[in-house]
C-alpha cells in the first residue's frame, strides 16, 4: 500500500531554515503530483507547496513564495521542502500529500489520495 512518511521537522528559531523530507513507498513517484500542506492549531489546512509529475512544475501561496522551495528525487521515490527565512507564523505540523495526476498539481487537499502522518515545525526564539 503507499505509504508516505516525513521527517525533518524540529524547533528553529526565526530566520532559520529547515528542510523536510517525504520518503514515499507504494507506488511510483514518477506518475504523482505531490503537494506539501500544514495545518496549525484552529486553522485550516493550508498547502503551501505542491510539485507536479510533469515537468516538475511547483506552485507556492504568496504566504510562502520566495522562501519555500519543492522538489522531488523519482529515483529515490523522495521529495523535500526546503524552508528558509521561517517566521513563527510558519509553525504548524506539515504533511506531504500524493495524487496520481498528469495535470499540474493543486494546492487544495481534496484531490490528495495517500497523506503521510505529519512532521511539526516550530518557528520560536
Known amino acids: 500500500q503507499v505509504q508516505l512518511v516525513e521527517s525533518g521537522g524540529g524547533l528553529v528559531q526565526p530566520g532559520g531554515s529547515l528542510t523536510l523530507s517525504c520518503a514515499a513507498s507504494?507506488?511510483?513517484?514518477?506518475?504523482?503530483?505531490i503537494g506539501w500542506f500544514r495545518q496549525a492549531p484552529g486553522k485550516e489546512r493550508e498547502g503551501v507547496a505542491c510539485?507536479?509529475?510533469?515537468?516538475?512544475?511547483?506552485y507556492y501561496p504568496d504566504s510562502v513564495k520566495g522562501r519555500f522551495a519543492v522538489s522531488r528525487d523519482n529515483a529515490k521515490n523522495m521529495v523535500y521542502l526546503q524552508m528558509n527565512s521561517l517566521k513563527p507564523e510558519d509553525s504548524a505540523v506539515y504533511y506531504c500529500?500524493?495524487?496520481?495526476?498528469?495535470?499540474?498539481?493543486?494546492?487544495?487537499?481534496?484531490?490528495?489520495?495517500?497523506w503521510g502522518q505529519g512532521t511539526q515545525v516550530t518557528v520560536s526564539s
Open positions: 500529500a500524493a495524487e496520481r495526476r498528469d495535470a499540474p498539481c493543486a494546492l487544495y487537499a481534496s484531490p490528495y489520495d495517500h
Open positions: 507504494g507506488l511510483t513517484l514518477d506518475y504523482y503530483a
Open positions: 510539485i507536479s509529475s510533469r515537468y516538475d512544475s511547483s
